[in-house]
Each structure stands twice: as C-alpha cells, then as structure tokens.
C-alpha cells in the first residue's frame, strides 16, 4: 500500500525541510516537494496541514515494564512532605479496600516543601498501616522504603546485608526502613510477584501511552532479576502476536556474571529477534545509584555529608569481568553512571576492552550526570556514546551544587559540550523515574530550565542546545547507539516510516513553550499508531 503525506513542514536534517513524502507498506520511498511527491500514485493521501512532522522518536533508556506497574501503584510524584506521602498512602488504601500489600513510587525528599527533607523510614510508613506491608520506592528507584510488617515478613534485621548495597540502621543499630542500592533487593520480596498476564496487560498499557506522546521506539530495561527467561518469553510473545507497535529493543541487566553466563547459553542462542521490531539490545549494568539520594559514587565525598562518597553498585573488578565477557560475544554494553567517580570507572572499563582505542561495540554511558572536564574530553577521544535525560535537571538543578560543589556543577549535564565534540548523544527519560514525554526532556535541554521556567537564562546557559541538535539526539543518534542509523532515524528514502507529528512547530515556538508541545499523530512502520 502506498501513502502520502503533503503539505507538511517535515524534517530531514539540519537546514532541510521537505513537504511531502511518499511511503510504500513500511518504508519510505521519497521525500521531496508537494510537486514531486504528487506525481506518484497512492492509495491514499493525508493532508498534513502545514504541521511539523519529526522522525519517530526514539527513547534511548527507559524501563517499559515499571512504566506499566507505576500506573497501578500509589502515585507519590505529588507528594511535598512527609506527611503528605503519608497521607497518599491513606487515601490509596482508602480508595482500594482489602488490599493485601501497597506499592507506591515518585517519593522525592528534595521536593518536600514543609517539614524535614529526609529519606522516608518504616516509622513514618506504619502511620499508613502497621497490618500489610508497604514498599515506596523514591523517585529515581535506587531507594526503597519499607515498613516494619514488609521487614517483620522478610526477616530482615542488623545482621541483613547485601553486596553492592545499604541496609540503613537508626539510632537504635536496628534498620529503619531504609534501602539503597542493591540492598533494594531485599525489601522488594515483601510484595509478592504478579502474575504473566498482568505483567503483559501492563507492558501493553504502558507502551500505548509512550506512542500518545510521541514515540515509536524504546531502548528498555526490563530483564533484572535471575529469574529472567518468563519475562523474555512475554516480551517475544508481545511481538510474536503483534500486540502492539513500538519497537523494542532490550537493555538487560545482569550485575551477577553467572546470570550473564546463564544468558549466554540460553536466551542469547535461542531468542527469536526480527531487530526492527524487537532487537536482542543491549547488557545494562549499574556502576552507582542517584544524585538525590546521594548513592551516585562520587570521587570525592559530598560536599553536604561530609563522609559520604555514595554506593558502588559494582566494583571494579566485577565490571571488568563483565565487559570483558560481553566484547569476547560481541555484546554491546551500557552502563549507568551518574557520579564521576562512577564514570571514570566506567570509562576505564569499556577502554580496557576496546581494540587500539577503538570502539567499535558502542559501549555506553547512561546518564553520565557529574563529570570532570578531563572526563568529557576522554569520553570524546574514545567515542563514547551518552545517554542523557536532560529532564533530570528539573529537580536536579535545585541541589546539584550543594551536593558537588559549584566548580564541578559548571563541567556537569554537559549536554551541549559532548555535542560539539562529536560525541553520540541521545536523549532518554529513564521512566518512570521522569514522565516518557520527550517534549519536556527536549524542553530542559534547549533551555536548561526547570518546569517553573527558572532559573532565567538557564542554569549554566552554554549547555543549552539547539533544537535541532535534540531532535536529532531523540531521533538518529538514539539509532547510532542500535546500530540502526542505516534505517530509522530520519525521514530519508530507505528508512523505516516511524513519524511523529507535533500540533505545534517545534523549531519556531517559544523555547519555553516546547515543553507543552503534544503529538498529534504517531506513525510506526507507515501505520497510523496513535491519532488525537
């Protein structure tokens, strides 16, 4: 079947704007001027309207599955206390009767507006319900709190550890709820594990949602456990049985190389991948945890908790081990790391397995938040790609320099300088720890603000990027990190028809108003997916 679009501002590259193209089944056939595009016969012609239409979107790190959960748990992202989340937790329980355990997520103490900004204990928890156990886990999910009953259940107690981890003790040397890191493992098993259709009703729930704002493909992380096979399985099934559009590729974290090596003989032979559909991805490892809870591994301690240097999820030597592993099978890897001390380990590792400087696998930085200016320049010599998500800024930006210092602040988010190094940078939200929007993520990188549009000018302003330099990040540079810059990526003749058309142009509104910029239509594979 062959389509056309006419009359569009459409997006091809830096300075080239087209206004039709033509596509035939799920590729793009032409693109070019109303005049040229009209010559050739369709089955059907869209007007566009003159509205602006960009590649489809493409979030370079997320976590799909956890999406899907967050939208069944108690929404604690509004929360601007402690009293307030306890008060959250009250009217969920309230609102669903008989519950036998609560969930809840989007916690985050740099946002509590009265009262102490602390992390939240099992005390403040057993004011909700001292009778089920409650499992709330902070904004950036690298922090759980729980109460009593879940550690009561667990038989968790001062002798409990976790390797890569943080079982907080109180005053008393007894724990107070409070889990960071690895650790997180531990308090998770209190909420008992939901069953294969739920998961899967949950995936497709959430990946509807990413293609209403917009996008048509995801880099997710979603395999995190041992038990890794079932969740393989649905996700092919998913696509198996077309299910739904977006197209998937996975990032699967393995911190245990015997999981890894479990992999390797297993999923890794004998997975089923089409690699435009679904694609084998990625190994996503966890080098530290996050900035706001103060478990990003620092290479010095935080300048507000003196003492404190955060938690290495990995040391050293396992993430060697790990990336040695992945190069021999040609498995591309990605690792988070916010701290500079995570990223000069990070960087360190994926050097060590590159042949002559080169690399030629892609590894990759996700996040990649505090960074010394000798670290930018290193990340560009090796071609290192970055996954930013310039949405962090919103609260970051409100304590970033009380946690670093003003001096590091300056060289951090230096989303415009790897840019202009050539650096591969892509643009992810890593939701649900910030809304799958992509239009407030570009919003924040091209006016380094937060969503109350301060600070005015932008906070470290020479960091802001051009629009076009974020279209591109979200489009064909979270391609180059798939190694599908040949097909998708760009609205070009011989690429995937994946297009996002926006209700307002992007390249001419107020900087301030891209942030309420919607998609108005999503088109995956010349298949209209969303329509408003």
Known sequence: MKTIFKNGKIYVEKGNFQEAVLIEDDMILQVGTNEEILKNHADKVIDLVG?????????????ISMIGDAMTSCDLTSAHSVEEVIEAGRKFMAQNPGLKYLKGRGWNQDCFLTGEKRNLTRFDLDKISDEIPIVFERVCSHIISGNTKALRILGIDENSKADGGVVELGPD????GVFKENAMRLIKDAIPSKTRVQREAEFLKASGYA??????????????????????????????????????????NFQ?????????????????????????????????????????????EYRDAPGTVGVEALSDEKLQN???????????VVTH?????????????????????????????????????????????????????????????????????RELTQTSYAFNTLSRLG?????????????????????????????????????????????????????????????????????REGYLADMTVLNRDIFTVNP???????????????????ET
């Open 423 to 491: 650096v591969p940078i892509s643009f992810g939200t890593d939701s649900p720890v910030e809304d799958c929007n992509p239009f407030r993520n570009i919003y924040c990188a091209v006016t380094r603000k937060g969503m109350d549009m301060k600070p005015e000018g932008g906070f470290v302003p020479e960091e802001k990027m051009t629009v076009e330099d974020c279209v591109d990040a979200y489009t064909i540079k979270s391609a180059y990190n798939e190694f599908k810059e040949h097909i998708k990526g760009r609205i």
């Open 337 to 405: 790391a916010i701290g500079d001390g995570a990223v000069e380990s990070v960087i360190n590792a994926y050097e060590k397995t590159m042949k002559n400087g080169k690399n030629d696998l892609r590894h990759g930085i996700v996040h990649c938040q505090i960074t010394g200016k000798e670290q930018l320049m290193r990340i560009a010599r090796l071609h290192i790609p970055v996954m930013y998500q310039p949405i962090f800024l919103d609260s970051d930006l409100k304590v970033v320099e009380s946690r670093v210092g």
């Open 211 to 252: 293609t209403s704002v917009g996008i048509t493909s995801i880099q997710s992380c979603d395999i995190m456990s041992s038990d890794f096979q079932e969740t393989f399985d649905m996700i092919s099934d998913i696509y198996k049985n077309e299910k739904t559009k977006l197209r998937y590729g996975h990032q699967f």
């Open 173 to 176: 040397k007894k724990p107070n």
């Open 512 to 530: 301030d108003d891209i942030k309420d910029i919607k998609a108005e239509l999503t088109i995956i594979g010349g298949e209209i997916v969303y």
């Open 322 to 332: 790990l990336c040695d592993l992945a190069a021999k099978n040609n498995i591309r």
């Open 51 to 63: 509205r602006t239409v960009l590649p489809g979107l493409n979030d370079s790190h997320m976590h």
């Open 256 to 300: 245990d190389i015997r999981d890894f090596e479990k992999y390797l003989c297993t999923e890794f032979i004998t997975g089923t991948y089409d690699e435009k559909f679904l694609s084998k991805g990625a190994l996503k490892l966890f080098k530290d945890g996050s900035l706001g809870g103060r478990t990003a591994f620092m290479r010095k």
